[in-house]
């Protein structure tokens, strides 16, 4: 069974600080993993995803992702926050073995201080 | 008109209505989802539909009720809700094979009176 923790509900940084998302998964085959962002009223929008092949994996807006199998953490990184990234990340983890279940975590929300 | 759309975006409805929501994909793809956002709940997934047929359904109380006519289409029928139905309801789509993305719709914010 997959299962993923996010630590962390809220996360709150000052602009142009680090922003770091934790996100911890567990799965019993090669996980293909993602994050997804949430902007208030809207659904949710793929930020990057990884699948096989390189572990660091870049999104959209500034944002990127580590996969580290050791630590089994798939966390979220980006070197500046901006007013605009406020907004509610959820981690999620499939099997990508053709299943069509994908776990969400409970999601963080960012806020970003001025 | 491209993506994942939902109509309508809002709507409140007392217990003893019935109503629709309405899904429509337009990225050809042939899997979709219908998930329930509560406040401070994980997004929890109700039904998936692949190739028109059902082939998840995560113990939905049958007040709900999910029809997909065809691969672009989805609908979630509305009867008899209860207050703690009141939710962001989220319809996603995605390509049966490929990696797993999900393209979400912008969801219809249900309040049940």
């Known amino acids: 069974a997959q299962s993923v923790t996010q630590l962390g509900s809220h996360v709150s940084v000052s602009e142009g600080a680090l922003v770091l998302l934790r996100c911890n998964y567990s799965s019993s085959v090669p996980p293909y993993l993602f994050w997804y962002v949430q902007y208030p009223n809207q659904g949710l929008q793929l930020l990057l995803k990884y699948t096989t092949g390189a572990t660091l994996v870049k999104g959209i807006n500034g944002f990127e992702a580590e996969f580290k199998k050791s630590e089994t953490s798939f966390h979220l990184t980006k070197p500046s926050a901006h007013m605009s990234d406020a907004a509610e990340y959820f981690c999620?983890?499939?099997?990508?073995?053709?299943?069509?279940?994908?776990?969400f975590g409970a999601g963080t929300r960012l806020f970003v201080k001025a | 008109e491209t993506g994942v759309t939902q109509t309508p975006r809002h709507l409140v409805m007392g217990m003893t209505n019935k109503k629709s929501l309405k899904c429509e994909q337009h990225l050809g793809h042939n899997a979709m989802y219908w998930y329930k956002q509560s406040a401070k709940k994980p997004l929890e997934l109700m039904f998936v539909y692949s190739l028109e047929e059902r082939v998840e359904n995560n113990s939905v109380p049958s007040r709900f009720s999910p029809e997909c006519p065809n691969s672009s289409h989805l609908f979630l029928h509305l009867h008899t809700l209860q207050p703690e139905d009141s939710a962001l309801y989220l319809c996603?789509?995605?390509?049966?094979?490929?990696?797993?993305?999900?393209?979400f719709g912008p969801g219809t914010r249900l309040t049940v009176l």
């Open positions: 999620a983890v499939s099997e990508g073995s053709g299943g069509f279940k994908t776990i």
């Open positions: 996603a789509s995605r390509s049966s094979g490929g990696t797993d993305t999900q393209y």
